[in-house]
């Protein structure tokens, strides 16, 4: 009977044990988090949340983000989608990123004027108030009488304009994509006048050591200016940010004393898309120590804003000359073009070298736009935001550079004020040819549908962003597959059999009920197999109807390779 | 009692449910504890090794070898000299930034060492004029000597030491933004003595004094010249352009009048580049010949000299000496990577008694494959191994370029 006993209280126990399971299991779930929140999607990411105020200044020397980011394979490589996206699969507004072009419209006066607060500014009653520390582009600070300081920049004599107009391209194009840039300005300066502030210090190049700053230091910068024929130079303005310093943001990691900083910078969606806009505009110079970090403070509360930095080496622009051939086709260091160079004696002739760039005016420097590849392009060396670019990131920032209108693009060219037109002219050309090559290369990458709404009597209307960009024409059909979803298990169930049509329209089957459904969407196309990744659209009952609380695009392995 | 255990898990688990209440609602909510459990794991930010590293590298090393005031001074002395290291001092800001003062002493591992002191004015007259001006000690102890003549004997290596003392100034006038015309002044004060090379002989145990010239000398010269120097290279380690320097001098023997004698150098680079420049074709054509008034004699030391790893790489050092010589250099080099370069060259050249014999008949060549660590301002580094003389083969490691 002992056995018996025995027996039982091991049964009971059992029973015990599987009841407290599953208890525990009925708990549980209830306390994970659901797929969409109430206040899904989110458009503002409070990323000032958190006191940031012990954050120090992360500044990378050239050499070690070179060798880091070439040899190092720094940050993490996962086939993941964007983790700072909201739940329609756009970025949120935050201290990296504020939605502009790509959200709503903009005029082409906002696109062109970009993030500066003033038409012009006039620099004659401003003091020389420092050297340059950064940057092989010569230059030096300024003051104006408020006490906000300014960097001042020159053109090399080989190549007028050619630094400054790319900055000032740049910035705007920069800006009306989202990202936080500074004012920019053209000027022109009268070097005899200028009056060099009694507390100017410069940081000697000769030794490093800061001392007082002489007349000569400014000859030295002046000696390697483009003089325009009135005597005078043509110089850009760059008005200092606003707060402290805190060096550069690497496209890797996080900052480990910045307790907003959630998203590993590489996987953060405007991060990963920067590739795209690189590509665009030849930003060959994308990298970490191009970036600026600065502390600001609102409310009392210190918090991290994020810039992107220096374009004078945009475009056809190396800065100090031409842009190099090498430039967006070739990293600095990449081992296996170079070891098949060395081994046949230079009889292998790497493909850019063969670029046959037009004769333009030197203000221009050297970009094309025929034998520009977006797949190919690259960056001075690897960048881990960029390895991690997915076909939905690359769709996100190709929708972006399609709204950029012809008129746009001349207007931001021509705030670079080329003194010759020719240059002008082919500048704009060149974007807008890169730009159509850009949008119909990562558009087309997944189903383009976009702007999805369900309406309270189940019709289901749609766009398609690569028709509207002109990247491509109608496809045969698409194909929509219905479906239930559950928010707590992130369950989905089939409604009704696959429906196809022709245009951006369409029913919810009869049928389909609960708080949340559903919608995959692929499109057929003989000239475009990316259609057939599917675009998912979530939708959430509300009183008025159905709002759209979801998007999911591309399939669940994306990573560009 | 199991039981009890379990129903104390139940209870924790339900116990914990006011917690699960307490969990994010939305999302802004939940973004904002997220942030506030990081607040509490922040950690600062610390650089590593290597950031810690390249940050001296280029915040204060960079600084090392071209800053002001004291610095290491490296490299080489003269071909054949070794690798040197010394100290030096410069001052690049004299009269408000117009002109620079340099003051250097280095020895070699080969015992050769100099000491100099050098004023530069680069940029006068709104670029227009060039001055400076030098005073220097050269001590070389163990100086190669084969004989003169295109015959010598490799065989007959010999050496001896020679001494120099320089003080001299030169002007220049840049008239158009390519083209450096002057001329200069310098007094030398040459001293020979034995060869310290215990490995070979000294001059005079294999050659007479008559097949020597000068070797007994003690002569005080006053050297004055002019020169013309074109230079439209692009860059400076050029992928096109060219640089052509014509040097004509007169060296008057201030002691003893016996060897005063005239010498003329030209040299001629040119640069072809093709496929975007990354590839060139550099050619050089150097020659250099002399003359002397009756009775007058060309002494040795001022003899040009073909060998070593800017002239004919396939040969050692000061391997041919005459009174004339003719120089014609190519190489083909292509880019690997920016900033290190493939190089094959072909070296032919041969020295003259007489000027009638400078031509390009029975030249002495050589040929062979190095690679160059370079910027657009030059050749900081490099590695040629030449072979195919009768010299046998050679392979230098050498601070700085050929042309």
């Not at chain 1, 958190?50 to 490589?77: C, H, M, Q, R, W």
């Not at chain 1, 000027?187 to 190049?205: G, N, S």
């Not at chain 1, 991060?271 to 590509?279: C, D, E, Q």
């Not at chain 2, 009048?257 to 580049?273: L, P």
Request: proline share 5%; charged share 25%.
């Amino acid at each position: 009977m002992a056995i018996t006993s025995t027996s039982w209280s091991a049964v009971s126990s059992r029973i015990a044990l599987a009841g407290a399971l599953a208890l525990c299991a009925i708990v549980l779930p209830q306390s994970a988090s659901p797929r969409f929140y109430p206040d899904d999607p989110l458009w503002t990411d409070n990323d000032r949340v958190a006191d940031a105020s012990k954050v120090t200044s992360v500044e990378d020397s050239n050499g070690y983000d070179f060798i880091v980011n070439t040899l190092g394979n720094p940050g993490e490589v996962r086939d993941v989608r964007a983790l700072n996206v909201n739940t329609v699969d756009e970025v949120p507004d935050s201290s990296w990123f504020t939605n502009r072009i790509g959200r709503s419209p903009m005029s082409t006066e906002a696109i062109k004027r970009g993030p500066d607060r003033a038409d012009r500014i006039d620099v004659t009653t401003w003091k020389v108030s420092g050297g340059k520390t950064t940057g092989v582009q010569p230059g030096f600070r300024m003051t104006d009488g408020q006490g906000q300081i300014y960097q001042i920049e020159i053109d090399p004599p080989s190549n007028p304009e050619i630094a400054s107009g790319a900055e000032m391209i740049g910035t705007a194009f920069y800006h009306a994509i989202g990202y936080n840039v500074v004012d920019v300005y053209l000027a022109e300066v009268d070097r005899d006048t200028l009056v060099i502030a009694d507390d100017a210090t410069i940081r000697d190049p000769l030794n490093g050591r800061r001392r007082q700053m002489k007349k000569y230091d400014l000859d030295t910068v002046f000696n390697r200016a483009a003089r325009l024929k009135n005597g005078h130079y043509r110089v850009l303005v760059s008005r200092f940010a606003a707060g402290t310093p805190l060096g550069n943001f690497r496209y890797y990691s996080r900052r480990p004393d910045d307790p907003n900083d959630l998203v590993l910078h590489e996987h953060r969606r405007e991060l990963r898309g920067a590739r795209v806009f690189g590509a665009w505009l030849n930003h060959d110079d994308s990298r970490g120590i191009n970036s600026l970090d600065m502390l600001e403070r609102t409310n009392g509360r210190a918090w991290v804003k994020h810039y992107m930095f220096d374009f004078g080496s945009i475009l056809g622009s190396g800065t100090i000359f031409a842009q190099r051939h090498r430039s967006g086709n070739e990293y600095i260091y990449e081992q296996k073009p170079g070891w098949i160079t060395m081994a046949t004696l230079g009889l292998y002739v790497r493909p850019w070298i063969t670029i046959d760039y037009p004769d333009v005016p030197k203000s221009v420097g050297r970009i094309e736009a025929v034998r520009f590849d977006p797949v190919t392009w690259k960056p001075e060396y690897p960048n881990a935001a960029f390895a991690n670019m997915r076909a939905d990131d690359a769709f996100w920032a190709a929708r972006i550079v399609s709204k950029f209108s012809d008129a746009a693009i001349r207007a931001v060219v021509e705030k670079a004020e080329y003194s010759d037109p020719a240059a002008t002219d082919y500048l704009t050309k060149t974007i807008i040819a890169r730009r159509d090559k850009v949008v119909a290369t990562w558009i087309n990458q997944v189903c383009p549908v976009v702007d999805t709404t369900l309406s309270a009597d189940g019709t289901l209307a749609f766009m398609n962003a690569a028709i509207d960009a002109k990247a491509a024409t109608a496809p045969e059909r698409y194909e929509l597959n219905w479906f239930r979803f559950d928010n707590a298990t992130d369950q989905r169930t089939s409604v009704g059999e696959p429906m196809r049509v022709t245009t951006g329209s369409a029913r919810m089957p009869n049928g389909l009920t609960g708080d949340f459904v559903g919608v995959s969407i692929t499109a057929v196309h003989a000239q475009q197999p990316g259609w057939a990744v599917p675009s998912t659209f979530f939708f959430r009952r509300t009183s008025a109807g159905w709002s759209l609380v979801g998007v999911e695009r591309g399939a669940v392995s994306a990573t560009i390779s | 009692m199991p039981c009890v255990v379990l129903l104390f898990l139940v209870i924790v688990s339900l116990a914990s449910t006011p917690a699960s209440g307490q969990e994010a609602q939305t999302r802004e909510e939940a973004d904002r504890q997220r942030r506030e459990q990081q607040a509490k794991d922040v950690t600062p930010y610390k650089p590593n090794g290597l950031e810690r590293a390249l940050d001296f590298a280029e915040d204060r090393a960079i600084f090392l070898l071209d800053r002001e005031g004291f610095h290491p001074k490296l490299g080489s002395l003269t071909t054949g000299s070794g690798f040197a290291y010394g100290v030096g001092f410069r001052d690049r800001d004299l009269f408000s930034n117009r002109g620079a003062l340099e003051i250097w002493a280095a020895g070699s591992i080969k015992r050769y060492w100099a000491t100099e002191a050098r004023m530069t004015f680069p940029r006068l007259a709104n670029n227009h004029l060039h001055l400076e001006a030098w005073g220097s000690r050269r001590d070389y102890p163990q100086e190669n000597f084969f004989g003169l003549g295109p015959d010598s004997n490799r065989d007959d290596r010999s050496d001896y030491a020679i001494r120099t003392d320089h003080f001299g100034g030169r002007a220049g006038v840049r008239p158009v933004e390519h083209l450096l015309a002057g001329g200069g002044m310098e007094y030398l004060k040459p001293r020979l003595g034995a060869g310290q090379n215990d490995l070979y002989p000294d001059v005079p145990v294999l050659f007479p004094p008559s097949d020597v010239p000068g070797i007994d000398s003690r002569s005080d010269y006053m050297r004055s010249s002019a020169f013309v120097e074109v230079d439209y290279r692009e860059p400076i380690y050029a992928k096109k352009g060219g640089w052509y320097r014509f040097d004509y001098s007169h060296y008057d023997d201030r002691t003893t009048d016996q060897f005063s004698f005239n010498r003329f150098d030209a040299d001629v680079r040119q640069f072809f580049g093709f496929l975007a420049g990354r590839r060139v074709i550099a050619l050089r054509l150097a020659a250099s010949t002399s003359e002397t008034d009756a009775g007058q004699t060309m002494p040795f030391f001022f003899m040009p000299t073909l060998g070593g790893n800017d002239t004919l790489r396939g040969f050692r050092e000061y391997r041919f000496r005459a009174p004339h010589a003719i120089l014609a250099q190519a190489e083909y080099r292509w880019e690997i990577w920016s900033g290190f370069d493939g190089a094959l060259f072909y070296d032919a050249g041969k020295v003259a008694d007489t000027r009638s014999e400078l031509n390009f008949k029975d030249l002495e060549s050589d040929y062979g494959v190095g690679f160059r660590f370079n910027t657009n301002n030059g050749v900081m580094f490099r590695v040629d191994a030449a072979f195919g003389s009768s010299d046998g083969n050679h392979l230098y490691i050498v601070v700085g370029g050929v042309f």
